[in-house]
């Protein structure tokens, strides 16, 4: 004997507004409740967001937020800087994003440090952060992590040093994992995680 489960109300709503060939505005969004705007969020942002559009998909309780398909400008992280309570944050952007989307930059602002710094300072309970190619982030960006901080990449952040390895060691004593690939940080910097709070945490 099989049984046929009926999908719900709720599930068959949610597959219509997020079909490709939906027209509804995603202004119309605003007034919903969190918990529509989390599985709407999740889909749209598969399909990249500007600033004005993931406004409407935010709300306060926000704890995961993945950028990573969206395009990060000054106009994006200035969205972002709204949610105060995020536990995972990413905003890996990968080389051959970068280049799909190298004539729009141009036309945009790209993002700076004291953004990333705020959206930091702002997140004290924040555990997963990655950054990955994102050039505006420097070493003075890293001294805002908070000390919650546990999983780290910041591989292709061309602007990070040894100095930047400082703050970590100051401000993450909790690290699990780390990526420095491809910066500027050298062998001396990275013999400094091995004598901070870190070296008894991180494992890769």
Request: charged letters at 20%; hydrophobic letters at 35%.
């Amino acid at each position: 004997m099989s049984f046929y489960c009926m999908p719900s109300l709720l599930s068959l709503s949610l597959d219509t507004l997020t079909k490709p060939s939906s027209c509804f505005p995603l202004t119309e969004f605003t007034t919903l409740p969190p918990n529509l705007k989390d599985p709407l969020r999740h889909v749209f942002l598969k399909r990249g967001l500007s600033g004005p559009q993931l406004t409407t998909l935010l709300h306060p309780r926000v704890t995961e937020l993945d950028l990573s398909d969206s395009l990060v400008t000054a106009e994006l992280l200035s969205t972002v800087k709204s949610c105060t309570n995020l536990r995972k944050l990413n905003l890996n952007t990968s080389f051959c994003y970068l280049k799909k989307v190298e004539a729009k930059t141009q036309a945009s602002s790209p993002p700076d440090s004291i953004q990333v710094a705020d959206i930091l300072s702002t997140n004290c309970h924040l555990g997963t952060l990655y950054l990955r190619n994102l050039s505006c982030v420097t070493d003075s960006v890293l001294s805002c992590l908070p000390s919650s901080v546990t999983h780290l990449d910041l591989g292709g952040c061309s602007s990070v040093t040894d100095s930047g390895v400082d703050q970590l060691v100051s401000h993450c004593p909790q690290l699990a994992s780390l990526s420095l690939a491809r910066t500027w940080v050298t062998d001396k910097g990275v013999a400094k995680l091995g004598e901070g709070g870190c070296r008894e945490t991180l494992k890769e």
